[in-house]
């Protein structure tokens, strides 16, 4: 049967009302089961990571003794009155060596304008402390500690003796710079 377009009448509009009614109750209900289905919303309150630490190989030289001083009058042989000290840190198996070097071949005047005296830098011996060979400091490597481990946790306190035979020179203070390097064994 066709329904005529125009104002709907009692009955049509009983039918209408009934079938809204009856979807919107459906769908409430059906919202209200999926609520009651799933429960709280919650996220997963456990999870891990993976903690990854890479280690690369390492050696660092710290605390050097800034300066020292040798004194003395022309001929007589002095030496430092204590260790210049140092820590040196590895995590290096196969160990480490400390090598000490001149960045001049002289040992220059502090006063150069009216000085021109010079002490060559091979008149200064230098060893490694509680050993008793001294060896002529020079521009080349002069090895003062070598090890085969690697250095305890928190470094190894190593120290330098210097000594030198005073030459007949102008009084003055001599200086040159010397250069301490630490390097891993390959």
Avoid: C, W
């Amino acid at each position: 049967m066709l329904a005529s377009v125009g104002t709907p009448n009692a009955a049509t509009k009983v039918r209408m009302t009934r079938l809204v009614q009856g979807g919107l109750i459906g769908t409430a209900l059906a919202v209200a089961a999926v609520g009651i289905a799933s429960g709280p919303a919650s996220a997963d309150p456990s999870g891990s990571t993976t903690a990854n630490v890479a280690v690369a190989s390492g050696i660092t030289l710290t605390g050097l003794t800034p300066a020292f001083l040798l004194a003395g009058a022309p001929g007589v042989t002095v030496q430092n009155q204590a260790p210049v000290t140092y820590n040196v840190e590895t995590n290096s198996d196969t160990g480490y060596t400390v090598t000490v070097q001149s960045a001049t071949a002289t040992m220059v005047p502090a006063d150069q304008a009216a000085n021109l005296d010079t002490i060559p830098i091979a008149a200064l011996t230098v060893r490694e402390t509680g050993t008793t060979a001294y060896a002529a400091v020079t521009t080349g490597i002069v090895v003062v500690h070598d090890q085969g481990a690697r250095s305890s946790n928190g470094g190894d306190e190593l120290g330098t003796d210097f000594q030198m035979r005073i030459p007949t020179v102008t009084p003055d203070t001599y200086t040159a710079t010397l250069n301490y390097i630490a390097a891993v064994h390959a």
